[in-house]
């Protein structure tokens, strides 16, 4: 019933900027954080930004300063604004939610979405 889905993404020129986001429907109590992530073929996916509930954020040392974690006023859809794109960052950009639903607590996770940074 719960669902998380993905948009934005495509091809961008090196220096340029994109926006993603990511919405959370269904029948859930509570989003305690959110995340995006990124994975390449043959690496390992890593967290590229996260933010609680409590506005706490963290990001990855190679996108500190160009990329941006920011939640909509409902709250239940966030958004990873890219600045700067280099051509290594990309990669399978996955966006996850921490969510409360009735007693259990879930990570879920977007399908993915391809962001291609070349000239």
């Known amino acids: 019933q719960v669902q998380v889905v993905q948009s934005g993404g495509g091809l961008v020129q090196p220096g340029g900027s994109l926006r993603i986001s990511c919405t959370v429907s269904?029948?859930?109590?509570?989003?305690?954080?959110r995340g995006w992530y990124r994975q390449t073929p043959g690496k390992q996916r890593e967290l590229v930004a996260r933010?609680?509930?409590?506005?706490?954020?963290v990001y990855a040392d190679s996108v500190k300063g160009r990329f941006t974690i920011s939640t909509s006023d409902a709250r239940n859809t966030f958004y990873l604004d890219m600045n700067n794109l280099q051509p290594e960052d990309t990669a399978v950009y996955f966006c996850?939610?921490?969510?409360?639903?009735?007693?259990?607590?879930?990570?879920?996770w977007g399908q993915g979405t391809q962001v291609t940074v070349s000239s």
């Open positions: 269904g029948s859930v109590d509570k989003i305690s954080s």
């Open positions: 933010i609680t509930g409590r506005g706490r954020t």
């Open positions: 996850n939610a921490g969510v409360l639903i009735q007693r259990g607590d879930f990570d879920l």
